[in-house]
């Protein structure tokens, strides 16, 4: 009981579109229950869950198609609950139970 | 070329009231009689010059309705030739016509799908040299082309030039669709909510290694051809409906824009599995910001010119830095 | 046609591990590379027949992704001829090809698309006598029709002859497209959480005064556009992952189906706006039941037969009776 | 207060689709506040919403393009928040303040 109560999780589902569902299991619906804190106590925001990813659900080694520069890379956009992240307040957005967090790569092909 | 291809950007409203002839009305009546279309929107798409920037998998279904519709002056632009394994989804060509350039084998289908409009043809890669020349001689533009350096350019020159912008892109099982600058606002004008440039959306093209093209990595066609004829509907509402015009009551292009067209911009993404039937996640609408405050081309302080752009500035090659790329596609 | 015409249900697994010719690999290089489909899925497309009910708005941009694919045998049944009013969104047709039998058009430009496939015209209207021994023919049916007699007939005849059927419809700016019987399941059985069929998503036609055909109430080019191409994306997916099959050891098609070929049914539809761009309510996807125990067609006591179905029962002008109807459409 | 208290609403989003908007103003979506329970005190159900919609929102006089004989008319879908209503109990259905209802009339023209 009390060690729950030290790491409070919450669920969340992530997406990931445009072909980045390969970097991670081909799956491109993942429902995840990630810590509602960071390891300095703060509320997880989405720079947290990018690094959270790298470190738990990618299992493909090329990080750099995900992640330059402790950055997400330019061409994915990233969508929270379905609205463009400049909308939300990008990486410092604070997540919240229940949210969609959507990653997905720009398309340039025709 | 017509004699109202030199106007440049005059607002194509003249002839909005004319008669239609008997051959316009067999034609178009199964159209026409939709609500919301009728004769005005009719004339409107008979008055339009629309250009078509690409003749591959994205521009052959396009341009197949853009034709059918009835708009007037239909530019294509495409340097390419048409080879075999173009034909499984670039359903405007042909095996007849393999060898043909892309525009000439599109064109000489679309004349058979309706005499009737003007076609332009534009046998080349457009460039930062020859693409506002060309550009500002129509009054929409369609981006189905394959390569983010084009894009970028496209997108520029139609901010400048104040052009409405229908873009899509498709790779492997994956399209998306975006309406851009539409209605166009003057380069700069931040102050309302007025609609985001490609720049806005896509700040920064990905690194060439993350790139893939149709050629390298695949592309089923039904899924190009689903974003191709998603662009043709953007495109003729646009038109039909003078959503990137000022009130018709004033052909000034600075006039406030009619609150009806300021709309919440909307990235559509298609995913299409091999695996299991089309779902709730097939197709998914997100939520763009507006126009970007500090956006290099459409923001506050853009340098970005007409000018520039011709003489090498900006350089987007060096920008997107693409990878050897299977050009043909 | 082709010597297997012949063998009715046989599943056609035979030759899936041949080698490609010069030709099919260069035709469909750019389908086979994308993950997923592979020579594997190209051959079931190759050794596949499928059949496309109508020749009109929906079956031209369906048929020419199927052909462009490769599907090896391709039927097409229609009893109209092409005209004039037909062309701004039947994109399969040409001006130089009005008064033709629109299955002859159509397959006219099929050919120059990909001259590979075996094209079968069927230059009539399905009707209950002929039904059967047309469908029986092909592996996959792709319902592109207009009426809603022929979309009961071709449903019944899908569920006895256990063909999985993708089921389209469009008027004016509203679309509808549905994946059925697929994987299909023997009559009569509901235990499990079979597919539906027509009946067990439609049980009742509207009745005659509240119907309208694309000839009465007009249809935008795009939007039916749109539906015959997700069309042949769901045919080419099922048949080049054998979603409507057994597994692949074993040809008996009442062994058990498979768990990831039984998804939830969605129906899809697609509103199309002329004062706006595509948006969040553009695309919905609605979750539908699956097979009704007391569906007239497919349920526990179902009565119907393909000898009762070519001898009147059920009478299905009666059951829908349509209203006087420009079937030309 | 104690007015509010005797008639309780509920907020719920009514769609139109597929040529039926038509029938309602033109416009495909509506927010309204529906009454909680029905004349007999019994909580809102399907019939309730259906009838309610032909007295208070339609005003088209063709009725019978949306009713005949007291029920939805053949060739038009029920969905309750996405789901075929005959998942979730058709007409009996309990209206849940939220709650989206789409009616969608089947096409079948091509
Ligand atoms: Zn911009
Ligand atoms: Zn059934």
New interface residues.
């Given amino acids: 009981m009390s060690e729950t109560a030290a790491e409070p999780k919450m669920a969340i589902t992530v997406?990931f579109?445009?072909?980045l569902e390969?970097l991670f299991s081909?799956q491109?619906?993942h429902a995840l229950s990630i810590p509602a804190h960071d390891k300095d106590g703060k509320p997880s925001n989405i720079a947290f869950l990018i690094s959270h990813l790298c470190k738990t659900l990618m299992k493909d080694p090329r990080t750099?198609?995900f992640v330059?520069d402790d950055h997400i890379?330019?061409?994915?956009?990233v969508?929270i609950n379905?609205?463009?992240w400049?909308?939300e307040g990008e990486e410092a957005y604070e997540i919240q139970p229940g949210d969609n967090i959507?990653f997905?790569?720009?398309?340039?092909?025709? | 070329m017509t004699a109202d291809t030199g106007a440049a950007s005059a607002a194509p409203m003249k002839s909005n009231d004319r008669r239609l002839t008997y051959e316009e009305f067999e034609r178009y009546s199964r159209q026409m009689i939709v609500p919301g279309m009728g004769k005005h929107g009719q004339l409107r798409l008979i008055n339009s010059r629309i250009l078509i920037i690409g003749a591959g998998g994205l521009g052959c279904p396009a341009a197949q309705y853009i034709a059918g519709a009835g708009v007037g002056t239909i530019g294509i632009v495409d340097g390419d030739t048409v080879e075999i394994s173009n034909l499984h989804r670039q359903v405007g060509h042909a095996t007849s016509r393999l060898g043909w350039k892309k525009v000439d084998s599109l064109i000489a289908h679309l004349k058979d799908i309706n005499p009737l409009p003007n076609y332009i043809p534009h046998p080349f890669h457009l460039d930062p040299q020859n693409a506002a020349d060309i550009i500002t001689q129509y009054d929409l533009v369609m981006d189905c082309t394959d390569n983010p350096a084009t894009r970028y350019l496209i997108s520029d020159v139609c901010v400048l030039l104040r052009k409405p912008l229908v873009s899509a892109a498709s790779v492997q099982k994956s399209g998306q669709l975006i309406v851009l600058n539409c209605p166009p606002a003057p380069q700069g004008l931040v102050d309302k909510k007025y609609p985001p440039c490609y720049r806005c959306c896509f700040k920064k093209p990905p690194p060439p290694s993350s790139m893939v093209s149709c050629g390298e990595a695949g592309i089923m066609g039904p899924v190009v051809g689903m974003m191709g004829v998603a662009q043709a509907g953007e495109a003729i509402k646009i038109i039909a409906s003078a959503l990137h015009l000022p009130p018709s009551s004033t052909n000034d292009l600075t006039a406030p824009i009619p609150e009806r067209n300021l709309q919440q911009p909307t990235l559509l993404i298609y995913t299409y599995d091999l695996e299991s039937a089309v779902g709730p996640y097939s197709f998914r609408a997100l939520r763009m910001a507006g126009r970007r405050k500090n956006c290099f081309a459409c923001g506050e302080n853009s340098t970005l010119t007409l000018e520039g752009i011709k003489t090498g500035n900006p350089n987007y090659v060096t920008f997107c830095s693409p990878p050897t790329t299977d050009h043909a596609l």
Wanted: no cysteine; aromatic share 0%; hydrophobic share 35%.
């Fill in positions: 997406d579109s445009g072909g390969m081909n491109r619906r750099d198609l330059l890379r330019p061409g994915i956009l969508l379905d609205a463009d400049e909308l959507l997905v790569s720009t398309l340039h092909g025709g």
